[in-house]
T-cell receptor, first 115, second 112 residues
């Protein structure tokens, strides 16, 4: 099983550029989410989705857009990159289900540098 | 404000000893609490979930306790090994969304 796959693994952007971080999962999970991880700050929730066509904001949504057209994919778009968005980005998926087994599966991360 | 607090200082212990990590939270009433392990350059990996009506849960050398009165969870690794060296994150479900909110994590270093 591939699990949660993120691409690219590394990216350097210039200030003002836009790009999309890709996230795909093959576990048929309903819930997907994006986090950023900065030194000393832990994982902070950017956006999340509880199913295709449904998205919501997390703790730090500004500067990011998401959409969920399929169960498998949950791309994160940076509209106009800023140095403050330099971070490691993680995508996660889970399927609470009847048992409320909310184990989240994470991708390997995308290390983004904005210069 | 709502907080999830983990000791930011690294925990250094000798191989074979029991490591105990702490997660405190304020202003939440979570239905459950999770612990994850994160190795450098990797995504977090789920370890254990404990529900609000459970006092303790065990999995192999891992033990988690959950005290909803103290708003605290303790995470124990018995007979620790150098391979247990990693950052350990606690996470809560905030607001019933089933999307975990994480603490900042505590680094554990097990010395041979």
């Amino acid at each position: 099983n591939a699990g949660v796959t993120q691409t690219p693994k590394f990216q350097v952007l210039k200030t003002g550029q836009s790009m999309t971080l890709q996230c795909a999962q093959d576990m048929n999970h309903e819930y997907m989410s994006w986090y950023r991880q900065d030194p000393g700050m832990g994982l902070r929730l950017i956006h999340y989705s509880v199913g295709a066509g449904i998205t919501d904001q997390g703790e730090v949504p500004n500067g990011y857009n998401v959409s969920r057209s399929t169960t498998e994919d949950f791309p994160l778009r940076l509209l106009s990159a800023a140095p403050s968005q330099t971070s490691v980005y993680f995508c996660a998926s889970s399927n609470p289900g009847v048992d409320i087994n909310t184990e989240a599966f994470f991708g390997q991360g995308t290390r983004l540098t904005v210069v | 404000s709502q907080k999830i607090e983990q000791n930011s200082e690294a925990l250094n212990i000798q191989e074979g000893k029991t490591a105990t990590l702490t997660c405190n939270y304020t202003n939440y009433s979570p239905a459950y609490l999770q612990w994850y392990r994160q190795d450098p350059g990797r995504g977090p990996v789920f370890l254990l979930l404990i529900r609000e009506n459970e006092k303790e849960k065990r999995k192999e050398r891992l033990k988690v306790t959950f005290d909803t009165t103290l708003k605290q969870s303790l995470f124990h690794i018995t007979a620790s090994q150098p391979a247990d060296s990693a950052t350990y994150l606690c996470a809560l479900d905030v607001g019933g969304s089933y999307i975990p909110t994480f603490g900042r994590g505590t680094s554990l270093i097990v010395h041979p």
